[in-house]
């Protein structure tokens, strides 16, 4: 009777801790979700009533921006690129380039420190007078990134009183019980902060895409042509040399053929 006792006794436990966990889990979004940045109005209004309860929230936010733009020399543009890069502690993420008809084209994916992005942009686009695309954007991620700081924070409170309920157990059953709620709940912490060091890293790095071109002169029809047909005969000669290797004992037996009538024809004259 006793032992059935403790049971329900320790089963009434962790549920009442589940419970108390799933309602701050509740709470704590809710107030991530307050944490919006207050407006100037509102500011204003809380220093004169609040003075000394004012607390700033550091705004993360993501910058991204692309560009494209005409180069008279690719090679020159990848060296006025690469030297913006290195002076503002970037690094280069991705580097293509492509080859069409009437063009040529490079591609490179800059991460640099969120800080020197202004400078990287006009660094990289020095002597730049036109652009064929530009696109700078911001995206404020202040909201999520309270909300899985708040998340993060009750899943490893409520680890560390799993951990302490460890503790108490005496029976294997608890054991493998808590060990296994405890195992869930690392997982999910691992996860969360997985995402967090994803947020971080784009709000500490942002990342610039420079797409720049170099036109090719087009040739003439006739030009075409007579280089398509020069390619052609060169590739025909070629391959008749290729011809001649796989069957030259026939042309040999056909030289010796050949002299060995002529022989017989001249003895046959003389006679």
Same mark, same amino acid.
Not at 185 to 198: M, T
């Given at each position: ?70 180069? #008279? ?24 380039e492509?080859?069409?008809?009437g063009?040529?084209?490079n591609?490179?994916?800059i ?6 992005f ?15 695309? #530009?696109?700078?954007?911001v ?6 990134? %309270? ?5 993060l924070k ?10 302490? %309920? ?7 059953s608890?054991? %493998? ?6 195992g ?23 990342? %610039? ?10 040739q ?45 024809n #001249?003895?046959?004259? #003389?006679s």
């Amino acid at each position: 009777m006793n032992n059935i006792t403790k049971c329900l006794g320790f089963t009434l436990l962790i549920t009442i801790i589940s419970c108390q966990s799933s309602t701050k889990n509740a709470s704590m979004g809710i107030a991530a979700t307050d944490m919006v940045a207050p407006t100037s109005a509102q500011v204003k209004n809380e220093n004169v009533e609040h003075p000394t309860q004012i607390k700033q929230i550091e705004r993360k936010l993501i910058k991204e921006g692309r560009v494209e733009f005409e180069t #008279k020399s690719i090679q020159s543009t990848r060296k006025t690129v690469s030297e913006a890069v290195n002076k503002n502690k970037g690094y280069i993420s991705s580097d293509q380039e492509f080859k069409s008809e009437g063009r040529i084209s490079n591609t490179i994916v800059i991460r640099v420190p969120a800080s020197n992005f202004d400078n990287l942009l006009s660094d990289a686009t020095k002597g730049v007078k036109k652009f064929e695309d #530009k696109e700078i954007s911001v995206k404020d991620i202040t909201e999520e990134f %309270l909300d899985i700081q708040a998340r993060l924070k009750t899943k490893k409170e409520l680890e560390a009183r799993y951990h302490e %309920l460890l503790k108490r157990a005496n029976k294997i059953s608890e054991v %493998l019980a808590i060990e296994g709620e405890i195992g869930k709940l690392r997982a999910d912490i691992e996860s969360v902060e997985g995402r967090l060091k994803y947020l971080e890293n784009q709000v500490s790095l942002s990342t %610039l895409t420079i797409t720049f071109y170099e036109s090719v002169p087009r040739q003439t029809e006739f030009g075409r042509k007579f280089n398509n047909g020069f390619k052609n005969g060169w590739d025909n000669l070629v391959w008749f040399f290729v011809l001649l290797t796989h069957i030259w004992p026939f042309i040999v037996i056909a030289i010796v053929v050949l002299v060995g009538l002529r022989f017989y024809n #001249k003895k046959r004259d #003389k006679s």
